[in-house]
């Protein structure tokens, strides 16, 4: 009897959510300099439509970071080591302060990014047979993510499998 009362106001919740993504995707294609960055960013294997535009939303627009490493941090990938003194050893942990929606959505990217990227394949096949833990190896591809979408985005260029960077 509560799930029916209730599912009037789902049902509404849901046609928001569709509005609003529909409203998001609009403005996105009305500007082009918006179109074009979730383009380069999209370019990286596993990147998908969501990703990008959260990274936009919450990145400003890739201005609100100077390297990658501030992004990877912010995101949650970056493994720091706690110590106390010189004897006391403690596990390495990422930070609780860490943008946990963006850490999931990459979460998901680095998995699909397993699947279709051959790069990502061999390296998590490699980490595991070297004994790695499988969370371990899936934030180092998180990170690698950052660190290509970063590049993309300094580069201004889409992102290409084996790329060599030319001398001028």
Do not use: W
């Not at 996105?28 to 535009?53: C, F, M, P, R, Y």
């Not at 990274?55 to 970071?65: D, E, G, N, P, Q």
């Not at 833990?133 to 985005?153: D, E, Q, T, Y």
Request: aromatic content about 8%; proline content about 1%.
């Amino acid at each position: 009897m509560i799930s029916k009362m209730q599912q009037s106001a789902i049902n509404a919740l849901q046609k928001t959510k569709t509005k609003i993504e529909a409203l998001i995707s609009q403005t996105i294609k009305q500007d082009e300099e918006l179109l074009h960055t979730i383009e380069l960013v999209q370019s990286v294997n596993g990147i998908g439509t969501v990703t990008a535009t959260a990274l936009l939303v919450y990145t400003r627009s890739f201005t609100s970071f100077k390297t990658a490493k501030e992004l990877a941090c912010y995101c949650g990938v970056v493994p720091f080591n706690r110590t106390s003194g010189s004897s006391v050893r403690y596990k390495s942990l990422v930070s609780p302060f860490a943008n946990m929606k963006l850490k999931k959505l990459l979460h998901l990217c680095a998995l699909s990014a397993i699947q279709n990227d051959e790069e990502m394949k061999r390296y998590f096949e490699r980490k595991l047979l070297e004994g790695k833990n499988k969370m371990s190896i899936i934030n180092a591809i998180r990170n690698k993510l950052i660190h290509r979408i970063f590049a993309v985005i300094r580069d201004n260029r889409l992102y290409e499998d084996n790329y060599t960077k030319q001398c001028a």
